[in-house]
């Protein structure tokens, strides 16, 4: 075990997802604060500050997912699968976080969708340049 974590190979790997895991602690860091950077719209406005704030920060998440994907040299379906997948378990854990932990916040269903509508405009950004760029015609 100790031969596998001096591997310069095994370090190369886990380095490609440091930006992913710094990004997730700067979200959690956000989620599950009492700061509130943008003002509280009802739960009915999907198109507000909030949720755009969410869709951002989950499709920088998941292009900065499929960059560790892409330093392991996936494919990009898989890479797509375990990106998106990640991200959206990580936005719904957030969530219930949320709701359990009496910061101000509570578990909003809309904020859910805004973290997959995020995700899914990674898939589209990354599907119709970088990954051609990056991968040929996989």
């Given at each position: 075990m100790s031969r596998?974590?001096?591997?310069?190979?095994?370090?190369?790997?886990?380095?490609?997802?440091?930006?992913?895991?710094?990004?997730?602690?700067?979200?959690?860091?956000?989620?599950?604060?009492?700061?509130?950077?943008?003002?509280?719209?009802?739960?009915?406005?999907?198109?507000?500050?909030?949720?755009?704030?969410?869709?951002?920060?989950?499709?920088?998440?998941?292009?900065?997912?499929?960059?560790?994907?892409?330093?392991?040299?996936?494919?990009?379906?898989?890479m797509a699968i375990w990106s998106g997948a990640i991200c959206v378990v990580f936005g719904i854990t957030m969530e219930l976080l949320q709701s359990r932990m009496h910061v101000g916040r509570q578990f909003e269903y809309p904020d859910i969708l805004a973290d997959v509508v995020g995700v899914l405009i990674a898939f589209w950004i990354y599907s119709s340049g970088l990954k051609k760029k990056y991968h040929g015609s996989q």
């Open positions: 596998i974590l001096r591997s310069k190979a095994v370090w190369r790997n886990v380095a490609g997802f440091l930006p992913a895991v710094v990004w997730a602690i700067l979200v959690a860091i956000l989620s599950l604060s009492s700061i509130t950077m943008v003002p509280k719209l009802g739960w009915t406005d999907i198109t507000g500050l909030d949720k755009l704030g969410h869709a951002v920060f989950y499709c920088l998440l998941a292009l900065w997912m499929f960059y560790g994907f892409f330093r392991l040299r996936q494919r990009y379906k898989y």
